[in-house]
């Protein structure tokens, strides 16, 4: 059974740093990994899809990284800002368009 | 286009009553998945459709639980009875032809069930 871990499970730092979330998969067979945003009261958006082949996908100040062999990937936010304050969900598609969430990471930029 | 739409946003109802919860799926997406979200177990996939029919339904925790995909524009997720441990927030999300192998979810904002 697929199981998503995602660390730290919450964090808080200074406006202008940059910050690295860290999530991490059992079964290294997937078809993809996914990193979505959820703010508060509100449903997931979605901010980068990394196909199984690939390493890495960049959006904006957003970079994720993917290890499938290891059962890693990793998503980098540059020069934070208050409006990412959210909580960030690493998910994993295994067969069967099944999508495996970890428990997320909330992130607070204090100004 | 609107998103994905649900309907309602909170429900309050007390144990043993009959809960629906309503869905709309962006327009032209062929694969709609129904998840809980809890504090406890976090989010969890419990039905998904394609092209209105039931794939897996394996998340389903238990006979109260239905869900229907009558057309490409409307699904349910009914609770019947309902019991305390049924609070949650419920989504609803939506993807395109072809599946959720290469295409993102859109997620709905969520119906929030409080059952007392």
């Known amino acids: 059974k697929q199981e998503v871990t995602q660390i730290p499970a919450a964090l808080s730092v200074p406006e202008g740093e940059n910050l690295v979330l860290n999530c991490s998969f059992t079964?290294?067979?997937?078809?993809?990994l996914q990193w979505f945003r959820q703010d508060p009261g509100k449903g997931l958006t979605s901010l980068l899809l990394?196909?199984?082949?690939?390493r890495e996908q960049t959006s904006g100040r957003l970079n994720a990284s993917l290890d499938k062999s290891s059962g890693r990937s990793t998503l980098y936010i540059a020069a934070s800002q208050p409006g990412d304050s959210a909580t960030y969900l690493c998910?994993?598609?295994?067969?069967?368009?099944?999508?495996?969430f970890g428990e997320g990471t909330q992130l607070t930029v204090n100004p | 286009d609107a998103g994905v739409i649900q309907s309602p946003r909170h429900e309050v109802t007390e144990m043993g009553q009959e809960v629906t919860l309503r869905c709309k799926p962006i327009?032209?997406?062929?694969?709609l998945f129904w998840y809980r979200q809890t504090m406890m177990r976090g989010l969890e996939l419990l039905i998904y459709?394609?092209?209105?029919?039931?794939?897996?339904d394996s998340g389903m925790p238990e006979d109260r639980f239905s869900a229907k995909m009558p057309n490409a524009s409307f699904s349910t997720l009914k609770i019947q009875p309902s019991e305390p441990r049924d609070s949650a927030v419920y989504f609803c999300?939506?993807?395109?032809?072809?599946?959720?192998?290469?295409?993102?979810?859109?997620f709905g904002p969520g119906t929030r069930l409080t059952v007392l």
């Open positions: 079964d290294s067979a997937i078809y993809n």
């Open positions: 999300a939506s993807s395109l032809p072809g599946g959720a192998l290469t295409d993102t979810q859109y």
């Open positions: 327009s032209g997406h062929d694969y």
């Open positions: 998910a994993v598609e295994t067969s069967g368009s099944r999508l495996t």
């Open positions: 990394i196909q199984s082949s690939q």
């Open positions: 459709f394609n092209n209105n029919v039931p794939i897996d």
